[in-house]
């Protein structure tokens, strides 16, 4: 089996992997490598085709909100802060309060992904400000912290389930927070005054590959260009003027 085909079969946990796992230890150092190497090789490897983007446009994302009682603020805050930084559910359920100060939020990235500080949004500091009296006065550290009265934080499980109680009442396509993180992705190329560079800093993307595929999707950010270049003097006239 050539080294390529290897890699791709540990990733994917086709027979071929088990050709490696005999000579590798699953709880080596080296072994936990490959799977990394093989992880980020695949991951460059994805196109469009092979893995649709699922995402919201902008009026379902705002539909999604709508169907969010104005009452519930925990709610709001909570995917607010999703669809504006991009994050995972697990992502949401680790922040702590200490995350949320001066007007930014911290985010510690999953996935290897580079954790960093981010400004908070308006419209999420005003939800902020309206949350933090009326969340419980206990010990636990994380913003939004479980039903039970425990130092634990809402679980991922809970996050998703929200999501899709209200995507159902919003009669939305999509059933998985994780279309949030897509969502903005996407949104955030249509922009044209983000580059792919922004977009991937704002993601916490290790690889550029992986914010690109967001660059895909419309022909938005094109059509936009291309119409800076109608007024550029820099393209040469073909008119025989």
Same mark, same amino acid.
């Not at 119409?227 to 006239?237: D, F, N, P, Q, V």
């Given at each position: 089996?050539?080294?390529?085909?290897?890699? *791709? /079969?540990?990733?994917?946990?086709?027979?071929?992997?088990?050709?490696?796992?005999?000579?590798?230890?699953?709880?080596?150092?080296?072994?936990?490598?490959?799977?990394?190497?093989?992880?980020?090789?695949?991951?460059?490897?994805?196109?469009? /085709? &092979?893995?649709?983007?699922?995402?919201?446009?902008?009026?379902?994302?705002?539909?999604?909100?709508?169907?969010?009682?104005?009452?519930?603020?925990?709610?709001?805050?909570?995917?607010?802060?999703?669809?504006?930084?991009?994050?995972?559910? @697990?992502? *949401?359920?680790?922040?702590?309060?200490?995350?949320?100060?001066?007007?930014? %939020?911290?985010?510690?990235?999953?996935?290897? @992904?580079?954790?960093?500080?981010?400004?908070?949004?308006?419209?999420?500091?005003?939800?902020?400000?309206?949350?933090?009296? %009326?969340?419980?006065?206990?010990?636990?550290?994380?913003?939004?912290? @479980?039903?039970?009265?425990?130092?634990?934080?809402?679980? @991922?499980?809970?996050?998703?389930?929200?999501?899709?109680?209200?995507?159902?009442? /919003? &009669?939305?396509?999509?059933?998985?927070?994780?279309?949030?993180? #897509?969502? $903005?992705?996407? #949104?955030?190329?249509?922009?044209?005054?983000?580059?792919?560079?922004?977009?991937?800093?704002?993601?916490? #993307?290790? #690889?550029?590959?992986?914010?690109? $595929?967001?660059? &895909?999707?419309?022909?938005?950010?094109?059509?936009?260009?291309?119409?800076?270049?109608?007024?550029?003097?820099?393209?040469?006239?073909?008119?025989?003027?």
């Amino acid at each position: 089996m050539r080294a390529r085909q290897m890699v *791709a /079969a540990v990733f994917t946990g086709r027979r071929g992997s088990r050709r490696l796992k005999r000579v590798l230890p699953q709880r080596t150092q080296m072994w936990k490598s490959v799977r990394i190497a093989a992880r980020d090789w695949m991951a460059n490897e994805r196109t469009p /085709a &092979q893995a649709p983007i699922p995402y919201l446009t902008r009026e379902e994302v705002e539909r999604f909100f709508r169907a969010i009682p104005q009452g519930n603020i925990r709610d709001r805050l909570l995917f607010d802060l999703i669809y504006r930084h991009g994050l995972r559910r @697990g992502e *949401a359920a680790q922040l702590t309060l200490d995350d949320l100060r001066g007007g930014k %939020i911290w985010v510690a990235r999953l996935k290897r @992904g580079v954790p960093g500080g981010y400004p908070l949004h308006p419209r999420s500091k005003q939800l902020l400000r309206a949350y933090l009296p %009326i969340r419980p006065a206990d010990p636990c550290a994380y913003l939004f912290r @479980g039903r039970r009265r425990t130092a634990a934080p809402l679980s @991922g499980g809970e996050i998703n389930r929200l999501f899709g109680k209200y995507a159902t009442a /919003a &009669q939305l396509p999509r059933r998985n927070v994780h279309s949030l993180r #897509h969502s $903005i992705g996407v #949104h955030l190329m249509n922009t044209t005054k983000w580059d792919a560079a922004d977009v991937q800093d704002w993601l916490g #993307h290790r #690889h550029i590959s992986s914010t690109m $595929i967001y660059a &895909q999707i419309t022909n938005k950010r094109r059509e936009a260009r291309y119409k800076t270049t109608l007024r550029s003097r820099e393209i040469a006239r073909t008119d025989g003027r």
